[in-house]
């Protein structure tokens, strides 16, 4: 196998190009690092468009896949790792239009910081909510966001649009909005199907999703914490919410 050197190389201009959301947007494709998560990538079904490995990689699976071979300093370019581990996929970014729930389903309103919207995701495919809607979030599909998500992002389903296109879309569906001055989650009984609204780190949620939300419920805090990390707080009441369903 041609081992590339030089980062001027169109493949690896490409490549690097998917560390940016503006570069993901053109191609269509994002990037998954390293030999576990492009192992329960091309495991989930989703379309691995090519690999790219570090010249003298030991790992002896590339799946028969569209493989090329970067030196050192080259496949260091493309990676978002500060350690990276040999191995890259250029996944497909799945087309998921905006749809009705078929289940209880997550709504994630201005969260900004891309390590809690993959956390959030690695929480909801483990907590069996396969239907995220994002408006005006992080790009689920950043390197931080798919490192932090651990293959959730592979098991959900992602669907990005306006609050007023979500809201159309959740129509229905009862709302429970987040907020640390709602109902006391812990006797909270939630309907059957439903959607978790969860807002920004720092605002919380919109004035228009809180407006349309039928219940609002809040974690008891105790001592002097006022509030909880957002992937965190959203993890709680993802299973939560589900305990009496």
Request: net charge neutral; glycine share 10%; proline share 5%.
């Amino acid at each position: 196998m041609i081992v590339i050197r030089s980062k001027q190389n169109p493949v690896v201009k490409e490549l690097a190009s998917l560390k940016e959301k503006k570069g993901r947007r053109e191609r269509g494709t994002f990037l998954v690092e390293g030999p576990k998560m492009v192992g329960e990538c091309r495991g989930s079904g989703l379309e691995i468009v090519r690999l790219a490995v570090r010249e003298g990689y030991e790992g002896d699976n590339t799946y028969s896949l569209p493989c090329i071979s970067l030196g050192e300093d080259v496949f260091r370019a493309i990676c978002d790792e500060k350690t990276p581990q040999g191995i890259v996929a250029e996944v497909k970014i799945p087309e998921n239009a905006l749809n009705q729930p078929q289940k209880s389903c997550l709504f994630l309103d201005g969260v900004a910081d891309p390590a809690n919207v993959g956390a959030i995701l690695r929480t909801a495919a483990a907590a069996g909510y396969e239907e995220i809607y994002l408006a005006d979030c992080a790009d689920p599909y950043s390197p931080k966001s798919v490192r932090a998500s651990m293959s959730g992002l592979f098991y959900t389903k992602p669907m990005r649009g306006t609050r007023e296109e979500i809201l159309s879309v959740l129509g229905g569906v009862p709302l429970i909005a987040a907020d640390m001055n709602g109902e006391d989650v812990f006797l909270f009984h939630a309907p059957e199907k439903f959607c978790l609204c969860i807002g920004n780190e720092g605002n919380g949620l919109s004035d228009e999703v809180r407006k349309a939300a039928n219940f609002v419920v809040g974690i008891p805090m105790q001592g002097r914490v006022e509030s909880l990390n957002a992937a965190v707080s959203a993890s709680i009441l993802m299973y939560l919410l589900k305990k009496g369903v």
